[in-house]
C-alpha cells in the first residue's frame, strides 16, 4: 500500500487552488500579481516533489527551504490582494499558505536534527 505524503498532497491541492484564483485575478486584469502569484504558488509544491527524490539529506533540505521561501512570497502576494482595495482575495488561500510553511518548516527542524 502507498503511504500518504501530507506536504506532497497538500501543496499540490493548494497549487490547484492558486491556479484558480490565478484565473480570477487575470478575469480581473490583475496581470502582474497574477504572475507572480502563480509562480511562487505553484513553486511550492514543485519542491517539495523534488524534495521527495533528492539525491542526499543536504539535498532534501536545500528543496524544502526553497519550498518555506516560495509559501513566504507566496503569502506576500496575498497579502498585497488583502490590503488592496480593488483585488480580489480569499482567506482561506492564506490560511492554506500559513499552514504550508508551519509544516514545511518542522519537517526542516526535524531533517536537521536527525543524523
Known sequence: ?????????????????????????????????????????????????????????????HKMKIAVKEANETLYWLLICERSEHYPYQSSLKDRVEELIRIISRILITSRKAK
Open 1 to 61: 500500500m502507498e503511504q500518504k505524503n501530507l506536504i506532497a498532497d497538500k501543496s499540490l491541492d493548494f497549487a490547484i487552488e492558486i491556479i484558480s484564483f490565478c484565473e480570477l485575478l487575470e478575469q480581473n486584469r490583475k496581470f502582474v500579481i497574477s504572475n507572480q502569484l502563480l509562480k511562487s504558488g505553484t513553486s511550492i509544491g514543485a519542491n517539495v516533489f523534488e524534495a521527495q527524490h533528492a539525491e542526499s539529506k543536504a539535498d532534501f533540505i
